[in-house]
């Protein structure tokens, strides 16, 4: 059988390891990553092999050549652009004529590819793939399933909400010549996003075998240090160079040892390796080729590659050293630092955690580092999360990672493009959101400066002005320590996580395209923004409903100090709506409030609205995205019943239709869609996803998320607290209805909800436990897993952002809700 070996990949993620050479070629303990691969493949039998290559293909064919030197004939299929996973097979397709094997050339593994390849055979199937179960399965491809081995499903680097197992996808395959069929020839494509999921809705057999051994995808630096440990701890059954010498020190070839040096194993010994006198060293460390460690210098945790000097008294802590590097005396590397090929580290410098050098930089003698030297510095691994890049002001946010945010989000834009940008009143958004100006037209991006509107401008006027992007900046309404910086697409949506991994991997490899003199992007400020919004606000309302407000609706409105007011009030008045408006000059020490303040302004809304005779009360957040509402009776209303009562409204006076809600809204939707002759869309739990689904099905009534964020697809796909609240009091007046009447319809619901304490490590474990218990009784599959009980269900959702789940659950009444809740806790902490 022949095997086919991926090597083709760049391994952005894990530069500067990968600046000189590709990911396959990067050095693993006693090798290149690649070799570990064909050693295995020899163990198999398997001695025939293709490797596809790329990027810095000439490292791979110098180095192996035709791969007699290695046991080995190798064949090289070059690729002139990246052709994806399947693809490039596609591309080496003339080489396979008979059943053969995939397997990447940059991860770790020692599976019994013997055990696989009998698999494939006895079960007759076209494709083969190889499945492991991993505690994190966020950035590998969940693979799911049945009893048989076939596999029914694919999802490709899933939220927490869609991870529905924790078995993944290795990217070892055994395959059919057939499959090659379906892939077209010079086209990018993935066998796991394309080719797969093509060949299960054709009813081709496609088998999972779910292996053991040891498996890891080296692909972050984090990654590569945990695979070389554990290739030194002996974890993986591959062979070994050198041989132990006592104390789990493997040596390969003549390094040599002082007598005094205190050697704590696992550790790795180079051939030509010099170990002074004094030197401490604690595994796991590698000591590669003809590196000389110099007297008492102390290395813990550390990898040091080939030709490298490590000087006396030096520190190493946790540290990479690429090749050909000089770390002088007495300089010390701390957690996470990565010292690029042929880098000049100087006497007594102190490299503080997590910092990398590229290539052939040199630090002075007692410099202090505590940045990246490329562009500028690093920050953390992941930027995004649930509500943007958020951080402490000035702390994890600084002016210096907004500049370079506003570079990274830039580079992933074509040059000459505009990216509006916006924030809130308040001061420390503003101090940051110039940091980002400053960072878009280094990669010559043109700013559009909105300066302050509420986020539903900002977004509309993104698109109006055909924009190829937006930014916000604003205070948590959650905490005010805390910044968001949130990203939006061309149409002003949020943009997808494909996205926020682009802007990530940019801005961690620090990869910046800069500008040069007349491309640097120009910054000017927005034109006429409120009007095109309220211009195309008012078309989307009925002329008719429009007069009948003016002439008898009553509201009274809290703009909570923000800038709604300057784009709302003027409409209220332009159709003479009487209302009684508190809070209205924008003020930037109330941007945020406490919770103790929030509720003291909804109590004077409740106490004002009945004595004024209005028809409702309504509060706007900050943002001016979502409204809380109280009703003519001057109760307040729970954000999802209040979305329910709009719901029946919205059908009434629409004869029907279609309302998109969340999966963890109860079910007396349905029972008010079936009363109007409607229909409910369910939702994954976040607003990104309702906007989503605004954008794809414009014909719908109307979507909300139950916190007070409702979407108009009439209007714009868009969260907007201000267009609700107008929409709101139109289709009071043409149901010709008093909203506390509305409630009193409303069918009743019972719900309870908990949130249970996990381990990140352990979410994928009991989302597949959960799935499989529940397989009969699972409902449709949105977010999480949601277990239907007849009357009453359960929701069981991962969270995306902390090391924990929440229970929702709908009981016949609220005690048995509880009783669901408790049970299902109970059931989640068990599982762990």
């Not at 053991?212 to 701890?233: H, K, N, P």
């Not at 909804?602 to 009945?610: A, D, E, K, S």
């Not at 949130?755 to 999480?784: F, H, T």
């Amino acid at each position: 059988m022949k095997a086919v070996v991926m090597a083709g990949g760049e391994g952005t993620r894990l530069r500067p390891l990968t600046i000189n050479r590709p990911k396959p070629m990067v050095s693993l303990v006693d090798r290149p990553v690649i070799q570990h691969i064909i050693e295995l493949l020899k163990i198999h039998g398997i001695t025939d092999i293709i490797i596809t290559v790329q990027y810095l293909a000439n490292a791979i064919q110098d180095y192996y050549g035709d791969g007699s030197a290695y046991g080995v004939n190798i064949t090289y299929s070059l690729e002139e652009m990246p052709l994806g996973t399947a693809g490039s097979v596609k591309h080496a397709e003339h080489l396979l004529d008979e059943p053969f094997l995939v397997i990447s050339g940059d991860a770790l593994t020692d599976f019994n590819l013997s055990k696989i390849i009998d698999h494939h055979f006895t079960t007759k199937s076209q494709a083969t793939i190889t499945l492991y179960h991993v505690d994190n399965p966020l950035d590998y491809g969940v693979v799911i399933i049945d009893e048989d081995g076939n596999v029914r499903q694919f999802l490709e680097k899933p939220s927490w909400g869609e991870v529905f197992s924790d078995t993944v996808n290795t990217g070892v395959y055994v395959l059919d010549p057939s499959v090659l069929a379906y892939i077209e020839r010079g086209k990018s494509s993935d066998w796991s996003k394309d080719i797969f999921p093509h060949m299960i809705e054709r009813g081709d057999r496609i088998q999972g075998f779910v292996t053991q051994g040891y498996w890891t995808d080296v692909g972050t630096i984090e990654e590569y240090m945990r695979a070389c440990g554990d290739y030194l701890a002996g974890k993986v059954n591959l062979p070994r160079l050198g041989h132990n010498i006592g104390g789990d020190v493997w040596v390969d070839g003549d390094a040599e040892i002082a007598p005094d040096a205190q050697l704590h194993g696992p550790i790795y010994l180079g051939h030509g390796a010099k170990i002074k006198s004094g030197v401490i060293i604690h595994g796991p460390s590698v000591v590669r080729d003809y590196t000389i460690i110099d007297t008492r210098a102390n290395i813990d945790r550390s990898i040091i590659w080939r030709n490298s000097y490590v000087g006396e008294r030096a520190e190493l802590r946790g540290a990479i050293v690429l090749r050909q590097s000089n770390i002088r005396q007495r300089a010390m590397l701390f957690e996470g630092v990565v010292i690029g090929d042929g880098v000049q580290i100087g006497a007594g410098a102190v490299i503080q955690p997590n910092v990398k050098i590229w290539p052939s930089k040199e630090v002075d003698e007692g410099a202090t580092v505590s940045s990246s030297i490329i562009w500028g510095s690093q920050g953390r691994r992941v930027l995004f999360g649930r509500y943007g890049v958020t951080g402490l002001v000035n702390i994890e946010i600084t002016p210096e990672l907004c500049a370079k945010l506003g570079a990274a989000f830039g580079a992933t834009l074509t040059r000459g493009s505009t990216v509006t940008i916006n924030r809130d009143a308040h001061y420390t958004p503003r101090m940051l959101k110039r940091a980002i100006v400053a960072g878009l037209p280094s990669a010559g991006i043109n700013v559009c400066d909105l300066q302050n509107v509420p986020i539903p401008v900002a977004r509309y006027y993104t698109r109006a002005i055909n924009a190829s992007g937006g930014i916000h900046v604003r205070l948590s309404p959650y905490d005010n320590r805390v910044v968001e910086v949130k990203f939006f697409d061309e149409h002003g949506l949020d943009i997808v996580s494909t996205v926020e991994r682009k802007i990530e991997n940019t801005f961690f490899r620090e990869d910046f395209r800069r500008a040069y003199l007349d491309e640097i992007g120009r910054i000017r400020y927005g034109d006429a923004i409120a009007s095109t919004y309220t211009s195309a606000f008012l078309k989307a309302l009925r002329p008719d409903a429009l007069e009948m407000i003016g002439r008898s609706f009553h509201l009274v409105i809290d703009y909570a100090n923000t800038s709604a007011s300057m784009i709302l009030s003027p409409v209220l008045r332009r159709y003479r709506v009487d209302s009684v408006e508190l809070n209205v000059n924008p003020d930037e020490q109330m941007v945020f409030q406490t919770t103790a303040q929030f509720e003291a302004a909804v109590q004077r809304l409740t106490q004002i609205t009945p004595v004024v005779g209005a028809s409702m009360g309504v509060r706007l957040d900050s943002g001016g995205e979502k409204i809380f509402l109280v009703d003519d009776k001057g109760v307040r209303l729970h954000p999802l019943r209040a979305l329910a009562a709009v719901t029946a409204m919205a059908m009434q006076a629409h004869g029907g239709g279609t309302v998109a809600v969340p999966v963890t809204a109860p079910r007396a939707f349905e029972k008010i869609a079936e009363r109007y002759g409607g229909r409910i869309l369910r939702t994954r739990a976040t607003m990104g996803a309702l906007m989503q689904t605004a954008s794809q099905q414009p014909n719908l009534l109307m979507l909300g998320d139950g916190t007070g964020g409702y979407i108009f697809p009439a209007f714009y796909p868009i969260t907007d607290g201000m267009f609700a609240i107008v929409k709101l009091m139109e289709l009071l007046t043409l149901t010709e209805a008093r909203l506390s009447a509305v409630i009193a319809e409303l069918p009743p619901y019972y719900m309870a909800q908990s949130r249970v304490p996990c381990r990140w490590e352990s979410k994928g474990k009991v989302m597949r436990i959960l799935n499989e218990q529940y397989a009969e009784r699972r409902a449709e599959q949105v977010d999480g897993i949601k277990i239907d009980l007849g009357n009453e269900w359960v929701l069981i959702l991962p969270d995306p952002d902390g090391p924990f789940f929440h229970v929702i659950a709908e009981g016949y009444n609220e005690e048995q809700a509880r009783v669901l809740v408790e049970k299902y806790t109970g059931l989640v902490t068990s599982l762990q």
